[in-house]
């Protein structure tokens, strides 16, 4: 029998995206530790682009040094790792190394961090352009050499949301470059692949296909919120992650880690954010999940807020389990017990909702009507 694994998906409280520059193995030690106490099995974390390759042909070899080492720190706590690639996009910033951005490209919606500032372009065409994929392979084989057959890596994800970075041309241009890194990562490192899906890539044609997009995944996994979601019945939909959850499974024919779903401390009290949490695992557990992560473990220090992300978007300072002065909210307890309850992965049938062609065939109004009849049969 397979464990239902659960997991959570970290950035220091103390530090948040600014980690790899303000580097600080001991606090990560600390909430690794205390992670595994409350009976998480996995850590997904986050490798902003910029800090491992600096320049499109060097990669930072300080980076490198300390990726190994929370790696090792992960092992030394009996944690599961899923590092993050490529990133990236992260709580409505995008973090990019100059030499990717294209001053022919402005940033839209996300704003772009680079070097220490923000930036009016957005990256090239990370899936076609060679000289990007070039740079690309060169970073996979880098960080997966680092951690060939460690004990500690479960899996890497190719990167968070990428679609907020750019969106691809083609659906052929996203496939082909999934399966350029997902080769060189397995290669390399031992360990199989994902990517990080998330719920507006089913609202509109994004220009992605599950099932072209997963071929060479192990798995695929999934994000989604109800406070984000346009077809949401309200912040505190219960049915919107199992619903998307069973997009993805019915268009890739894969098992489905659901890789984030949490509320932000601004949507929901102490009661409502453990009943959310406690009811959205329950639900997928019974229809067929690998696992669910919460996001994410800490709020952050109230010193941070003047800068991005938190400073246009100061909700993201507050969906931590652990408050910024480390004290506990309530659903780390809730989460603790669902660990302690020990949940084997249930063996269901991929749902048919419908065919993936007529899903994109059908956007912006489709994923309302598929919501309702996914409503009507399993609510």
């Known amino acids: 029998m397979t464990r239902f694994l659960l997991g959570i998906n970290y950035w220091p409280r103390r530090s948040a995206m600014y980690a790899w520059q303000r580097f600080d193995l001991g606090e990560m030690r600390e909430d690794f530790a205390r992670i595994r106490e409350l009976g998480f099995d996995i850590v997904r974390f986050f490798l902003t682009w910029e800090a491992f390759a600096p320049e499109r042909q060097r990669i930072e070899v300080r980076a490198l040094r300390r990726f190994e080492s929370v790696l090792d720190a992960l092992a030394d706590a009996q944690l599961l790792a899923m590092p993050t690639l490529f990133c990236g996009h992260m709580s409505g910033v995008n973090w990019l190394p100059p030499w990717t951005l294209d001053p022919s490209q402005p940033h839209g919606r996300f704003r772009t961090y680079t070097d220490g500032a923000l930036s009016p372009y957005g990256i090239g065409d990370f899936y076609a352009d060679e000289e990007l994929l070039a740079a690309q392979r060169l970073l996979a084989q880098s960080v997966a050499e680092c951690a060939t057959r460690h004990p500690a890596v479960f899996a890497w994800d190719l990167g968070n949301e990428f679609s907020n970075l750019r969106e ?206 996914y409503l009507q049969r399993y609510e």
């Not at 990517?195 to 999934?222: C, N, Q, Y």
């Not at 509320?263 to 009661?271: H, K, M, Q, R, T």
Request: aromatic content about 12%.
């Open 168 to 373: 691809p041309a083609t659906p052929q241009d996203a496939a082909a470059w999934s399966g350029i890194v997902s080769e060189v990562l397995a290669q390399e490192s031992g360990a199989g692949c994902t990517g990080g899906i998330h719920g507006e890539d089913f609202e509109r044609d994004r220009k992605l296909r599950p099932s072209s997009l997963a071929v060479p995944w192990a798995f695929a996994t999934m994000h989604g919120y109800s406070i984000y979601s346009v077809f949401s019945r309200g912040r505190l939909d219960t049915e919107v992650v199992p619903f998307l959850h069973a997009l993805v499974q019915s268009f890739t024919r894969k098992r489905v880690l659901f890789s984030e779903f949490g509320l932000p401390s601004s949507s929901a009290n102490d009661e409502e954010m453990v009943h959310y949490a406690r009811t959205v695992l329950d639900k997928l557990l019974r229809r067929g999940a690998l696992g669910a992560f919460w996001w994410c473990w800490a709020d952050y220090d109230p010193s941070l807020a003047h800068l991005p992300p938190f400073d246009e978007a100061p909700h993201e300072l507050h969906f931590g389990i652990i408050r910024a002065n480390g004290s506990e909210k309530p659903v780390a307890r809730a989460l603790a017990e669902f660990a302690r309850e020990a949940h084997t992965v249930v063996e269901v049938q991929p749902p048919e909702l419908i065919t993936e062609e007529a899903y994109y065939a059908s956007l912006p109004q489709g994923i309302e009507d598929v919501y309702r009849e």
